[in-house]
């Protein structure tokens, strides 16, 4: 005999079984059980909040950007913090459901899946009564502590993030970098190579040499407490073109020393720092959208996205012969969209 149906067979060959019957829960037959699940859902909750309110105070007790030992104490702090936060409320939610909120099987017919204002007003309707088995208005100590840690959770990835857009988004930044701080007595800030934090003589940059440079004594000098934001800001590439190469625009005929020449290795597409210059053709590329500035000619641009030219940094040298900037750049570093908001 086959066990296949054919068309012909009644429906009725199978009957609907049913739902199995209920199965109450200890918490829906006592209300000591059903007082402890609360106070485990609010415990968990408040574990959130304490996680929270830890991860925002090593936010603020260890402030990225000033220190590796800082940063890293700072993100992992802040990284328990936001970790532990979602977890509460997440294994609280779940509890809350299995626990306390009504388990009575429901059944829903299928129905055309087109709806009606009757059908919405239906809905609504359930909405309602699921809040209200929820419990929620009842009981309002698990309506305090979801409430906190609602609230306080999604601060310890809205403030870092507030805290960046208001300070690296922040075009003013870029517009003064530690080229401006000139030692006291000195004619200017000195350039040192970089990592070395050696000093540059002006002798020994020969033609078409580089030089990756940035302030010497960096971080030494009043209102440089953020080494590595000042650094990214102040970084530049120095290269020595023949002067007769050179193409200068009015103003600028003393930013550049015997040929010896300095701009901003900030990107002024999306900040990439640009570096691979190349010494036939003077142009320099920035590694991540190929864009091409000739360093030959005020670094404009000759090719790819970034639509303004890397600032010139004016140089000279001291007294005893090393390169100095003579003053800061004379616009913001970086990608273009800063100078728009000017
Ligand atoms: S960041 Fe340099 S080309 Fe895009």
């Given at each position: 005999m086959s066990n296949v149906l054919t068309?012909?067979?009644?429906?009725?060959?199978?009957?609907?079984?049913?739902?199995?019957p209920h199965k109450h829960r200890l918490s829906d037959l006592d209300e000591k059980a059903a007082k402890r699940a609360e106070r485990q859902v609010a415990g968990l909750f408040t574990i959130s909040i304490l996680a929270a309110i830890a991860g925002l105070v090593g936010y603020f007790l260890f402030p990225a950007g000033q220190t590796l030992l800082g940063i890293r104490l700072g993100t992992t702090v802040l990284g328990l913090g936001l970790g532990l936060g979602m977890l509460g409320i997440g294994l609280g939610a779940v509890h809350w459901a299995k626990s306390l909120m009504s388990d009575v099987e429901v059944v829903d017919e299928r129905h055309e899946l087109k709806s009606d204002e009757e059908t919405r007003a239906a809905a609504v309707e359930k909405i309602n009564a699921g809040i209200k088995d929820s419990n929620i208005a009842r009981r309002q100590l698990l309506k305090g502590t979801l409430l906190g840690a609602l609230v306080l959770a999604p601060l310890t990835f809205v403030l870092p993030l507030v805290g960046n857009l208001s300070s690296t988004w922040n075009f003013r930044v870029l517009t003064?970098?530690?080229?401006?701080n000139t030692p006291t007595g000195a004619m200017g800030r000195r350039l040192a190579t970089d990592p070395e934090g050696r000093l540059i003589r002006a002798?020994?940059?020969?033609?078409?040499s580089v030089f990756h440079v940035i302030p010497h004594d960096l971080g030494n000098l009043p209102g440089e407490d953020h080494y590595l934001e000042e650094k990214a800001k102040a970084m530049v590439l120095l290269v020595r073109i023949e002067p007769s190469e050179l193409n200068t625009s009015a103003g600028r005929e003393d930013w550049n020393y015997h040929g010896i020449i300095a701009f901003s290795k900030v990107c002024t597409h999306v900040g990439c720092p640009v570096s691979l210059y190349e010494q036939s053709t003077k142009h320099l590329l920035c590694p991540c959208h190929q864009s091409t500035f000739d360093l030959a000619d005020e670094?404009?641009?000759?090719?790819?996205?970034?639509?303004r030219a890397l600032p010139q940094l004016p140089i000279s040298v001291d007294d005893e012969g090393y390169l100095i900037a003579t003053?800061?750049?004379?616009e913001p570093v970086g990608p273009s969209y800063w100078e728009r908001l000017k």
């Open positions: 068309k012909h067979e009644p429906d009725s060959a199978f009957s609907n079984p049913g739902l199995p003064k970098t530690a080229w401006r002798a020994d940059v020969t033609n078409n670094a404009k641009v000759i090719f790819g996205p970034a639509k003053s800061d750049f004379h």
